[in-house]
């Protein structure tokens, strides 16, 4: 039976025919669907936007701190410790975030200053320093250090989930995954999508069928560690042979379909951008590209990641 759009279509149709004015066959036309409003499509406008002709950031790409790691094929190497003070989760984080790193290594902290850490890091190879910083029991903040020339990223971090916490979780296998980077737009969520792709190798087996995604929202940037899961359902289907007769019983045909669905491995939590530093870290003296300042949040239209 045909819809109430498609009669309407036709009468207009039939009318213009019949030389009706044209503005009485349009107002018979059903409305235009239109868009929702959301918050995402309806942003400030950012003169820092990103274009795919923009010759100045592929430019710059191939002259940053990034760049022996993610042209030059160079696997990199992570140094995961904590802050002095540490916590019960706090090991269980870093043994999560050893299995979703390939080649990562973790060293106790102790009474080293951060400075000198960051020397043996540089004398031992190691491309990035992440530091796991807790606050009353819980892991609240992620530091990443790009070596040997930074930048240095202060991350809040909040709503973390252990793989324990999650219902149905998998166990991940030591295949290098493959990395999904969504929504970094801008310049400055371009760069912080680079160091973020420094932490992880980029030749990913995909016979592990893993994915790391690190999804940007409103400048909040989800952090997601799944498996995919290849099934085989078995579906029946009836097959009725003759309606007329009452007599005669269906077949039931067994068919083998296979399902592709995504199993989470853990861990889960979100990541909040707090201030992206020029080289190793330095509280005193350094230099910063960019810090949240709370006179920034006046507008909820206004991302810069």
Known sequence: MPSLNMRRSWRSVRRLRL???LRSVLSSLPPPKKIPRTIENTRELDE???RPDDEELFAGNDADEFSSILKY??????????CRYNSTRGPAFISELLSVIPNAHYYKRGTYDLKKIVEYAN???FSSIIVVHTNRREPDALLIIGLP???????KLSRLVLRKDIKNH??????EPELVLNNFTTRLGHRVGRLIQSLFPQNPDFHGRRVVTFHNQRDFIFFRHHRYIFETKATKQTDSK????KDVTDE??????????????????????ISLQHGTFDSKGGEYEWVHKPEMDTSRRRFFL
């Open 48 to 50: 820092t936007v990103c």
């Open 242 to 245: 003759s309606k007329k007769t």
């Open 73 to 82: 094929g160079h696997t990199p190497k992570v140094l995961i410790t904590t």
């Open 170 to 175: 998998g166990n991940p296998t030591s295949h």
């Open 149 to 155: 020339d930074g930048p240095t990223a202060h991350f």
């Open 123 to 125: 004398n031992n190879d």
């Open 19 to 21: 030389g009706m004015p």
């Open 252 to 273: 039931n045909i067994s068919q083998e379909k296979v399902i592709a669905r995504l199993q989470e491995c853990g861990p889960r939590f979100t990541l909040k951008l």
